[in-house]
């Protein structure tokens, strides 16, 4: 499949960070004055994940307004029309962009993003969910809260909870009373795990109940991992040129070896503007690096469907364009 075709396929994205994803004219329009991409993207020779999150100050500063955080969700949905992304789930966290200008509530961040994913569907014809983000650098009652916040909307916007943060500094196996809180109000979620930090961070996850894992790089040559995750198809969300930039991966990828393990995975962003990459750039790269056919690309993308946290009429859509899609090729 050549890169026209796989930008023409219905794709679906799961894994992207609003703030990591804001456009420069969107940045632009919000600062005032001409933003370069360089203040706001790294390169494939980023030396560490410390230097890539420098990228976020700016965006975060920007994203401090109810206005702008409908807008920004609003200009990545816009980004990901223009490739044929017929659906995406978008994740930040609302207590760190209330604290960063203190002109509106994490409450109010909520229902603004919400907002964003109304116009943009009206506007581009994309289909969305929010994941809220709990941090790892919070204390317990903080991340409570953003959980309190994710079960309200529940259903009207917001699809899960998620962990992000400095996974190193900040072990997954530290956040139990947060998860059991999570499965007590039957709110999903999600946990970055096996990204900066080794396989005992996925062990975690999978032992709190999460539904997908982010990136989960670690799994690679974890034998009882990927059985696990095959047995109870939990996806991993990969993120190909954000894994290489945050040096996450720094010789080869092991998206062939999940696959061959019979594991499911889905290929997504990460941050579009801070990796300088589409989700058309990152399913051409896991193509080259992965060797995938034109039906492995399909299957990617199937799997994302069927992972994500879209309605059932939402899944049955996509999966139908891409049957069509299937049969064209």
């Given amino acids: 499949m050549d890169r026209a075709q796989i930008k023409a396929m219905p794709k679906v994205e799961l894994h992207c960070h609003l703030d990591g994803s804001l456009s420069p004219e969107f940045m632009s329009s919000q600062l005032g004055r001409k933003v370069d991409k360089r203040e706001l993207s790294v390169s ?101 809260s953003t959980l309190a916040l994710a079960k309200k909307y529940l259903g009207k916007g917001v699809c899960a909870l998620d962990l992000a943060g400095a996974e190193a500094l900040y072990p997954t196996a530290g956040f139990e009373e947060l998860f059991a809180t999570a499965r007590k109000i039957n709110v999903p979620f999600v946990i970055h795990a096996g990204e900066a930090a080794g396989p005992e961070s996925v062990r975690a ?47 080869k990828y092991p998206l062939r070896e999940f696959l061959d393990a019979g594991l499911a995975v889905t290929i997504n962003t990460d941050n579009r503007t ?15 690096l992965a060797d995938l056919s034109d039906s492995e690309l399909i299957t990617l993308e199937k799997t994302a469907v069927e992972s994500s ?19 064209q090729m």
């Fill in 205 to 251: 996850a999978l032992d709190f109940g999460a539904s997908r894992i982010g990136h989960g790089i670690a799994v690679s040559g974890q034998s009882d991992l990927k059985r696990e995750l095959k047995e109870k198809q939990i996806a991993l969300e990969m993120c190909p040129t954000s894994n290489f930039q945050t040096k996450a991966v720094k010789n």
């Fill in 274 to 288: 801070v990796s300088d990459t589409t989700l058309t750039n990152d399913l051409e790269l896991a193509a080259r």
């Fill in 44 to 144: 494939m020779d980023c030396e560490s994940l410390n230097e890539y999150l420098e990228k976020f100050d700016l965006p975060i500063q920007v994203l401090s307004t109810k206005d702008a955080v409908r807008d920004g969700v609003v200009d990545v949905m816009r980004q990901a029309a223009t490739e044929n992304v017929r659906y995406i789930e978008i994740r930040y966290d609302p207590i760190c962009l209330s604290e960063a200008g203190k002109y509106m509530s994490p409450e109010d961040a909520v229902q603004a993003s919400i907002e964003g994913l109304h116009i943009g569907e009206e506007k581009y014809g994309i289909r969305g969910n929010i994941i809220l983000c709990a941090m790892r650098h919070f204390d317990l009652e903080k991340n409570l």
């Fill in 309 to 327: 946290f879209a309605d059932e009429a939402t899944k049955q859509s996509i999966l139908e364009e891409l049957d069509e899609f299937s049969e």
